[in-house]
Structures are given as C-alpha cells and as structure tokens.
C-alpha cells in the first residue's frame, strides 16, 4: 500500500514536499516514482530514484526545481517541490517498480500507485 500526503493550494513560486508512505512491501528493494497527472492530460513522468537513493532521473520539467529522495529504514518517499507554477498542477502519484533495472520514465513500468494527492498552483 502507499499513501501520499503533503499535496495543497499554494501560489506559484512557493513549495510543496510530498510524501509517500510505504507498508506490506519490500520497499527497499524497489524503484521509485512520482508521476501525475493534470485534468485532459495523460499521465506523466516527474521523478525516479532508484533502490538504495543513488541514482535518480527527473523530466525536464521538473529539472532544478524538483528534488526525489528516500527513507528506506522509515519506507518512505519525498517529493521537494520548490518554485513552484501553474502548470505543475495536477494529481501526484508515487509509484513502485518492482522490476530491476534502469529508472523507467513510462508509467506503465510501474507496478503500484498510491491513491495520489492533488497539487494547485495558483497563478
């Protein structure tokens, strides 16, 4: 199961930090993603890191603004997300990849997803 949180109404420029609480799984065994998905979008790619934390892969969107990281011991997953615009606004969804490998960009590598949790930017 996992469970996000930290999602809200903020004005563009401000920040958010996500959260994704894991349970019933071998957390850290898996890679990790944050997705999302804004209304009449398809769902996208916004931050990968891989089991132990060292590697990690953003889309150009998020590049310099957005940072993933992990708490393996506490089984959970951060999203910082600084500076913040309009267009970020969307569902945010973590997700697990139990497959071994590269850090996969395409949801449909994804193997669980948490029920998501909104993000509004206001402009």
């Known amino acids: 199961k996992l469970i996000e949180s930290g999602g809200g109404l903020v004005q563009a420029g401000e920040s958010l930090r996500l959260s994704c609480a894991a349970s019933g799984y071998r957390f850290h065994t898996y890679t990790m993603g944050w997705l999302r998905q804004a209304p009449g979008k398809e769902r996208e790619f916004v931050a990968g890191i891989n089991y132990n934390g060292g590697a990690t892969k953003y889309a150009d969107s998020a590049e310099g603004r957005f940072t993933i990281s992990r708490d393996n011991p506490k089984s959970t997953l951060y999203l910082q997300m600084n500076n913040l615009k309009p267009e970020d606004t969307a569902v945010y969804y973590c997700?697990?990849?139990?497959?071994?490998?590269?850090?996969?960009?395409?949801?449909?590598?994804?193997?669980?997803w948490g029920q998501g949790t909104q993000v509004t930017v206001s402009s």
């Open positions: 997700a697990a990849d139990i497959s071994p490998g590269a850090i996969e960009v395409t949801p449909v590598a994804y193997d669980y």
